[in-house]
């Protein structure tokens, strides 16, 4: 009994240990105990007390002392409640509750934190809020998790809003631990040098980590300065409240930019509060974090230091030397600073590898600095003036001779009132203020607007920094002193004296209508005041907020609360930030980028998508990824049946190469006009890629083939060597004719590879898009003498894009498609095409645990865009009127979500946009998945199709989803319900599974909107062979003007000149003559039985327009028809009716032309205008184009050659001076000038047949 008594008492003992050794385990992890629930009284200070039993020390939560808690005197916003933890503390939690028994609680507060009891520091929750929501009732606690720890020894609460039933009442605990730490204060001129160990393996890791904290009063200072064995630095520096990390080649005192690369971070760290910085090293990048911000840098190598062997806290100087660039030392205090986990100041301590310059000192003794924060439209501090100054002197006469004020302050606003007061003796008034951030100073004679002094001094004083004004005033002197810098001083010599008034007003007036004393016809200040002087006396604001001397009203005192909104910048894709107090903005020009945030890209994101706003060829900036990362590229867009992009590259001509003694190999690298990630993201957006190589060689082997090692290979998108020409597959080491089994040598898989003395072509299309493009070549066989090779690689070419088509069709409401969560905390952006015949249904939504994001249809003229990150629903609207969206036709919808506004926009309606709230939540976060086409409670679904759904750029697939979703099929039909009015001039709109095409047959003109039409001249000399084409560049002949044409031919050459347009020259196979001329016809030929079958396609429609001077050679057809049709040999078919055709002006025989200048359409690139040939054809009937095809080709232009060989000749046979043929004699009913310049002239009158 005894035996199992001491067992059982052991086991007890092991289990105690046991628990112990775990509760110090876990309470070494977490920071998670009560702080405030055993202080003493004292701890507790407050702005006022109600009673004694209302005092603040009776505000611990759970606790029923005194009156149940802590009650002020007035409940207003001016309240606070202040903990002292007697020693800086972790805090990761606060709680509140009411006072006890009784209808008195506060419902939402501010938490305030500081290590010395002032300077306090506004605690805010995502970079916005700061607002703590509080209690709803007297009894229960409401605790907040912070986000980030704070550590500080002082906590502070400002009651914002209480019970309006009852009165402000407070019971306060806050969670954390002890923190400890190491400090070190440096005075301006000292510094810490840390040595490494002399090993030399001690200093060289794999990663490398340097982290301190800081806090300073001194906007800059060289905090960091390491320094390795080859030349290589790294400094951290404090230069205007932001760090700079600056790494460097080496220390030479100007480097240039391939030596030096500086990388900035954070902002207004010049606050008096610490700061956290760390900087890690491996691998060659650098991760630089400041606070909560990062920023992950890709180290050059010529940059990168291989080995670190000292490192400088505090200063340069420590180094000892010369070359290095002088910068102003640190001051202020570092924390715990770590090189790889070793303590430097605690080795400083005791005086181990580092050594001590100047004065450093292992505490922080901190300045006393009161700043004054006026954040709104009400605010002002009123101090008393010199009068005032007498009358509280005891009636004691003092003689004010002049005025002395001084003041600093901080702000981003361009505009805002300094100073103002009414002048003794009433002899005017003094405002001192911003004026487009400058210190403008303006005194103003009583009862009149007469400015008597008017002087401006400083510049570019809203940057946020701190910024010093001096005003003296004496005896007929006045200036104004900006920075205490000489350049930065203004003068001014008054004849009366400048002495204050009874007040002195900063920043604002009292609104008040009785209030005659102060007047401010400027903007109110809004930003930060401190080390105001009053007569060289400083204002002792913590006596101003007690309510111990003048006034004020919606200040902060003791805070400065100026935040950057800037930095981190908000504004994307390099927009750039400006800020005022309240808000910021994105100045988003010259970045291809639209919206509040410069989120949303203005282009497109393929040529397919230009094509389908009725675009043509040209060139056309292309943005791939939308509104991702990748930047947009102008690319040539090749608007045809299919849609190709065309991507060039440094070298697509032929390059001809020749054997050369010493010379292996010649390497060529192909430069693309698009850089690698633009290049992968379009190629795999497109449906298929190609890109033509050729190699032209004699005696210079290509592959090798069969059996031997490849001479020349090529590098695509995966750097490895391809060992395939065009027109083979991969891995086979064949040439397109090996594959076709038609090379020239049937031994071999390449022409090349016969080894020929005559020339020979390999030559061939790469299909494969995972190998392109082709990044460089190799050819290898060139050193044997005689041999010779040319190569040529194409440019790439893409066509389709498989994310436009991409769609889903619905049949079932509770049928949906579900992907990954959505993850767009800052900026969100979802676009997508939908049809429909229903009146409603969601087309997406995404949930978390409050907030999510919903896009809907809510009625047949309804899109709702609506979302909430922790501020409540929100609700984006546009309503298309008469429109109805449920009319089956595709329907474009944009919905963008981001820390500054949400906006919707459907089809060409107006954007509908909605603020976000100044301090609200600005992270969405969701954690479901994202349903497409339906709800998560199978209710309102969408009946219809879905198409190119991209959210923030992505893609979703929905097709691959839909074949294996049931209710849901991949693809939607229909398409040419929305885009066959693109199909022009009686061209067929034509459906096909992805898209639509243009059927053109019964249209007289081409291309993939039967819009394009030319003036083609074709010509037919012998049976024996096909016909030639000549294609003039002049596009836009159907703009109901009269363009001239002229053809002539002489012997091979044609020339074709259309109106003043130079003169296009082309070269005929063949010279033969065409004597036998059997008829001329205009118009239409009826007998069409041996027609070209193009012409006969155009002859079907007939020419409709009007046709003037028509003349071949020395024949006039049209004229001898209308002005002869008795007499002439001309047969007219139809109605021939004479007309002026709307000519205008006889007199100008030349219509007048619109020049479109390229600057005119450079504003709108991309929204669908082009950079090149951006003017549009028109879509009516080019006139004359049929009629002179026509009239070409069965004359066979033998007449023109007949006329060129006169002209040639001698048979230019002049008239006999003084016999001039009558012109409307019958017996010349055909003749005309063959060399005339003037036959437009001769005859106005234009013909309509």
Known sequence: ?????????????????????????????????????????????????????????????????????????ESNKYQWLEVDLGERTEITAVATQGRYGSSDWVSSFLLMFSDTGCNWKQYRQEDNIRAFTGNSNADSVVQFKLQQPVFARFLRLLPLDWNPNGRIGLRLEAYGCPYKSDVARFDGSS????????????????????????????????????????????????????????????????????????????????DQHWHHVAIERFSGHLNFTVDKSSQQIQVPAELSPSEINKISYGGVQCHGSQRVMSRRNFHGCLENLLWNDVNVIDLAKQQQQVFITGNVTFTCAEPVSVPVTFAGAQSFLQL???????????????????????????????????????????????????????????????????????????????????????????????????????????????????VSGNNLFFGGCPDSENNQECRNPF????????????????????????????????????????????????????????????????????????????????????????????????????????????????????????????IQHNNTELTKLKASSGINQHLAYFNYSADAEQLWAIITQAEHCEQEVLYHCRKSLLLNTPDGSPFTWWVGRTDEPQTYWGGAVP???????????????????????????????DSGLLTHKENLPVRWVVVGDLQRPGSEAAYKVGPLKCHGDKNFWNAAFFNKETSYLHFPTFHGELSADISFLFKTTAASGVFLENLGIKDFIRVELSSPTEVVFSFDVGNGPFEVRVETGDVALNDDR????????????????????????????????????????LFVGGTASRMKGFLGCIRSLQLNGRTLDLEERAKITPGVRPGCPGHC???????????????????????????????????????????????????????????????????????????????????????????????????????????????SGELDPEIARLNSQGFSGCLSVVQFNSVAPLKAALLYPNTSPVIVIGSLVESTCGSSSPANPYPAETIHSLSDHLGTVGTGELIVNAIKSDSALIGGVIAVVIFVILCALAIMARFLYRRKETFH????????????????????????????????KEYFI
């Open 1 to 73: 009994m005894h035996l199992r008594t001491r067992r059982h008492s052991g086991m007890i003992l092991q289990l105690a240990v046991l628990l112990w050794c775990s509760h110090g385990a876990i309470g070494k992890d977490s920071c998670d105990g009560p702080l405030v629930s055993n202080l003493p009284q004292s701890s507790f200070r407050s702005s006022s007390q109600l009673s004694n039993s209302h005092g603040p020390g009776f505000a611990k939560v759970n606790r029923r002392d005194g009156a149940g808690g802590w009650a002020p005197v």
């Open 191 to 270: 510094c810490l040098l840390y040595r490494f160990s002399p090993n030399p393996t001690s200093s060289q890791t794999a990663k490398d980590t340097i982290s301190l904290k800081f806090k300073t009063l001194q906007n800059s200072g060289t905090l960091i300065h390491t320094e390795g064995q080859d030349d290589h630095t790294i400094t951290l520096e404090l230069h205007k409240g932001k760090l700079l990390l600056h790494l460097r080649k080496d220390k030479s005192v100007s480097p240039g930019p391939e030596s030096h690369m500086v990388v900035s971070l954070g902002s207004l760290l010049d």
């Open 384 to 498: 008393p003036g010199a009068a005032q100054q007498q009358r509280d002197g005891g009636g004691v006469a003092v003689a004010v001779v002049g005025v002395a004020i001084s003041l600093q302050f901080r702000t981003w606003n361009r505009a805002g009132l300094l100073l103002t007061f009414d002048l003794q003796q009433q002899a005017g008034s003094l405002w001192l203020y911003l004026s487009e951030a400058r210190v403008r100073l303006q005194i103003h004679k009583a009862g009149r607007y007469t400015i008597l002094v008017d002087v401006t001094a400083g510049f570019g004083l809203n940057d946020g920094q701190w910024h010093s004004v001096d005003l003296t005033a004496r005896r007929g002197h006045l200036t104004i002193t900006v920075d205490k810098e000489e350049d930065s001083t203004a003068h001014a010599s008054p004849s009366f004296p400048v």
């Open 523 to 646: 903007n109110v200040f809004q930003g930060c005041m401190r080390h105001i002087h009053v007569d060289n006396n400083a204002v002792d604001l913590i006596k101003v907020q007690q309510m111990l001397i003048g006034n004020y009203s919606d200040l902060q005192i003791d805070m400065c609360g100026i935040i950057d909104r800037c930095s981190p910048s908000h504004c994307e894709h390099g927009g750039r930030c400006t800020q005022s107090w309240s808000t910021f903005h994105c100045n988003c020009s010259n970045t291809g980028y639209s919206g509040a945030t410069c989120h949303s890209s203005v282009y497109e994101k393929s040529c397919e998508a230009y094509k389908h706003q009725g675009n043509t060829s040209g060139l056309y900036y292309i943005d791939v990824d939308g509104s991702g990362p990748i930047k947009s590229q102008l690319i040539y867009c090749n608007m045809t049946d299919k849609t190709w992009l065309v």
């Open 731 to 761: 891995g086979s080491q064949q040439c397109g004719c090996g594959l076709q089994g038609n090379c020239i040598d049937s031994d071999h898989y390449c022409n090349c590879d016969a080894d020929r003395k005559e020339w020979a072509t």
């Open 890 to 929: 595709w329907h474009r919808v944009r919905a963008e979500r981001n820390v500054k506004e949400a906006s919707l926009r459907v089809d060409a309606f107006p954007n509908a946009t909605q603020k976000a709230p100044a301090d609200g939540h600005i992270h969405l976060q969701l954690n479901s998945q």
């Open 977 to 1087: 319900s929305s885009y066959g009015e693109l199909c022009q001039n009686q061209g067929r709109c034509v459906e096909m599974y992805n898209g639509f095409s243009c059927d053109c047959g019964l249209s007289a003109y081409a291309g993939p909107f039967c819009q394009r039409g030319y003036l083609d001249v074709k010509y037919k000399l012998q049976n024996s062979r096909d016909a030639e084409v000549f294609r003039t560049s002049v596009r836009n002949l159907a703009n109901g003007q009269l363009h001239r044409v002229s053809i002539r031919r002489l012997s091979e050459t044609v020339s074709v000149q259309i109106d003043q347009h130079e003169r296009e020259d082309f070269n005929l196979t063949s010279d033969a003559e065409f004597n036998a001329i059997k008829s001329v016809v205009l118009g239409k030929v009826h007998e």
């Open 1213 to 1244: 046979t002049q008239e006999p001076q003084g016999i001039k043929p009558e012109a409307d004699s019958p017996e010349y009913p055909f003749h005309s000038e063959p060399n005339s310049q003037n036959i437009l002239s001769e005859n106005q």
